[in-house]
């Protein structure tokens, strides 16, 4: 089971950048999928950016050009920079993994945009 820990979140003004980590328990080189997803009460979870092994990344469309993910399979991290962001940003993101037909989840973190 592997275990995922984000962090990075906090309170930021719309136009700032905010740098937020995920740290897996064990070593994702070989796991074909992470990314990130956010969640606002009471909605659903929706799908932000992910990044395969390969380095093939997707992005939901409000935040192409403001959003950048990336992973560093020595650390076992995946990253989510968030910059120029909006007041429409402020959620909750939860880190994910594939692993073995199975998504794991993080705790979240939240991110909140004030004006």
């Known amino acids: 089971q592997v275990q995922l820990v984000e962090s990075g979140g906090g309170l930021v003004q719309a136009g700032g950048s905010l740098r937020l980590s995920c740290a897996a328990s064990?070593?994702?080189?070989?796991?074909?999928?992470m990314g990130w997803y956010r969640q606002v009460p009471g909605k659903q979870r929706d799908p932000v950016a992910s990044?395969?092994?390969?380095?093939?990344?997707d992005y939901r469309d409000s935040v192409k050009g403001r959003f950048t993910i990336s992973r560093d399979n020595a650390e076992n991290k995946v990253y989510l920079q968030m910059s120029s962001l909006r007041l429409e940003d402020t959620a909750v993101y939860y880190c994910?993994?594939?692993?073995?037909?199975?998504?794991?989840w993080g705790q979240g973190t939240q991110v909140t945009v004030s004006s």
């Open positions: 994910y993994v594939d692993k073995s037909f199975r998504r794991y």
């Open positions: 064990e070593s994702i080189s070989g796991l074909s999928k």
């Open positions: 990044i395969t092994n390969g380095g093939r990344t």
